[in-house]
């Protein structure tokens, strides 16, 4: 079973009256097993923008997904990781994947708390060898330690990766936009005047070449 919270938090920034529905958009599904809490947020935060992370600590989550670039790395073709190496895809957007079925471009992994473990040990984008010097990281560091503890009532030596992605989804969770056009005459939390016009609607759309699915 999935909960919802009506929280946003753009760029981390913690809005407790703001719902995701004032954007037209449904609530945010939360894992039962992930409840959202500001700490682990914010935690998740710290985590996402971490350059120790990668082998050449240079890159983070966010080099990929920046929040001035609608958490992509537009205008590159293909993303670019350790070594200023280049990989096959161009990242795809962190805002609203909260909402996605399933993570990365192909569907393969099930959720952001699976899907975040995985760019640390690809060898082009964050080049580590193993999820261990994340934990070694994470459970030597004061500030971390202290933060974990206030999340997950953990001690230095006890962080896991699971720990670490559950703070990740967290913060990913928080990414979210809307109140678009396309927000307001499609989804049915937030039904406006532009219900009255879809055909309108629809013109605006198709003549960007935006697809969007049958109604």
Known sequence: MKLSIPVLIICGLFLPPVFARDLGLPEVPIPENNPQTPAKIALGDKLFHDTKFSSTGEVSCATCHESAKGFTDSPLVTSRGVNNQTGTRNAPTVLNAAFNKTQFWDGRSPSL???????????????????????????????????FKEVFGTNAGDITMDHVTLAIASFERTVVAGDSPWDRWYL??????????????SRFFWSRGVAFPAM
Do not use: C
């Not at 699976?114 to 994340?134: A, K, R, T, W, Y």
């Not at 939390?189 to 609607?201: I, Q, Y």
């Open 113 to 147: 708390e699976d899907q975040s473990q995985h760019p640390f040990v690809n060898p082009v984008e964050m080049g580590l060898v193993d999820h261990q010097s994340i934990l070694e990281t994470v459970n030597g560091d004061d500030n971390y330690i202290a933060a």
């Open 188 to 201: 049915p939390a937030r039904k406006m005047r532009s219900t009255k016009r879809p055909g309108a609607v």
